[in-house]
């Protein structure tokens, strides 16, 4: 989407009445609810319906539903939209189901730097960046043959991990492939996993400080995955195996977790690297993105995925994380986004964070 195209559109809206608008799914109570928290309007697009469940959580439900029956009808509300001076928010759910070539071509003022997704949505480009930056990644096994220690096989696009397998020889690797599905081969990296949920802001300079403004860590969480991470419930994955059940790695839910402080800067340091070399590739990962890590038994972190918006792995936090307690109460990441929106507005500089 053509960065002039949006601006026009910003140009024309009353930017004392803004609306925040995103698909209600994934983490859109906590969007809402924090829009609602910094005095925005807001409005959920359903779809197919889901209004009825809202109503069980008033802070957290839109002032306003506009109801789609498919993703790709959110096209037919530009008008309607722009009517209402709406900042979309793009969530997990929203980049995924309307998919990525899509969503570049929604024309409306979107949070973030759209850019990102030309990286993030390529294997090959999201490990240049990420390797780019300095971050180690997990090994990537080329030719299936040479598979020798544990492996994850990943779908491309797989959502919510799933069919996600682990072998350890080509031939479990053989008997598990569904050969029609593009895939990636990578070392599975043992140790424990965080997902560590940052927040850049171009604009302003009251945090780790960067080349150009500066970086957060709003929080951290652990995702939970069925069936991989109650399997021991049963017995090993060996015997399970045996009898031909599999583990399986479908997200879930989310717990809250917090790290060894002595690893805090590491965090910041691996931050502050992809953000920087995100300037230098595409003008910057804007506002909120996370870090899928495993932390080995060395300390080190591999790191096996970005994502770059908000996760759902935020929604623990509506009330405030442990980290983000430090820097104001009750800041959830759907706050802090409309805080920056709200920043942003009051300072003419919304072209700088919406794409
Ligand atoms: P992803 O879709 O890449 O986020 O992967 C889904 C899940 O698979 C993650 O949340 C992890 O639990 C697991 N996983 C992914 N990559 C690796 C890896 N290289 N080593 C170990 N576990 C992994």
């Known amino acids: ?3 002039k195209f949006i ?17 209600c799914s994934h983490s859109s109570l906590q969007i809402f609810n924090g829009a609602k928290k910094e005095g925005f309007k807001t409005l959920g697009i359903t779809i197919g319906g ?31 939209l722009i009517e ?9 759910s929203f980049v995924e189901y309307l998919g990525a070539e899509n969503f570049l071509k929604l024309e409306l003022p979107t949070f973030g730097n759209r850019k990102v997704l030309l990286w993030e949505s ?7 960046w990420l390797e780019k930056a300095g971050l180690t990644m997990p090994k990537e096994i080329k030719n299936p043959k040479d598979i020798d220690k544990p492996v994850i096989v990943k779908y491309h696009g797989a959502k919510g991990g799933k069919g996600f397998f682990i072998a350890k020889t080509y031939e479990e690797f053989e008997e ?34 960067l080349s150009k403004g500066s970086l957060q860590l709003l929080s951290m969480d652990r995702r939970d995955e069925t069936t991989i991470d109650e399997v021991q419930r049963i017995g090993s994955i060996k015997e399970l195996e045996e009898v031909g059940i599999h583990p399986t790695f ?59 918006r908000i996760v759902a792995g935020t929604n623990p936090y509506i009330s405030g994380s442990p980290y983000s307690e430090l820097i104001q109460p009750n800041l959830s990441t759907g706050r802090r986004i409309a805080q ?3 920043y942003a507005a009051s300072h003419n500089l919304l072209e700088e964070i919406l794409s």
Not at 84 to 92: E, K, L, T, W
Not at 254 to 260: A, F, S
Request: some cysteine; proline content about 4%; aromatic content about 12%.
């Open 122 to 128: 390529d294997r090959k480009k999201e490990r240049e």
């Open 1 to 3: 989407m053509d960065k």
């Open 340 to 342: 920056e929106i709200k």
């Open 50 to 80: 889901r209004e009825k469940f809202y109503d069980a959580f008033p802070l957290g439900k839109p002032d306003e539903f506009i109801r789609v029956e498919s993703y790709d009808e959110i096209f037919s509300l530009k008008e309607e």
């Open 250 to 308: 479908v997200v879930t839910g989310n717990i809250p977790i917090v790290m060894r402080e002595s690893l805090l800067p590491k965090v910041f340091s691996m931050g502050e690297n992809v953000v920087e070399t995100s300037l230098e590739l595409f003008d910057g990962v804007i506002g909120s993105f996370c870090l899928e890590t495993v932390v080995t038994e060395d300390l080190e972190f591999k790191v096996f995925e970005i994502s770059a």
């Open 176 to 209: 598990r492939i569904n050969w029609n599905k593009p895939f990636t081969i990578q070392e599975f990296v043992m140790g424990t996993r965080y997902y560590l949920h940052y927040f850049y802001s171009p604009i302003q300079d009251n945090a780790y400080k």
């Open 84 to 92: 209402r001076n709406a900042i979309i928010i793009p969530h997990g």
């Open 7 to 23: 601006n026009d559109i910003l140009a024309a809206y009353d930017i004392k009445n803004l609306t925040i608008a995103t698909v």
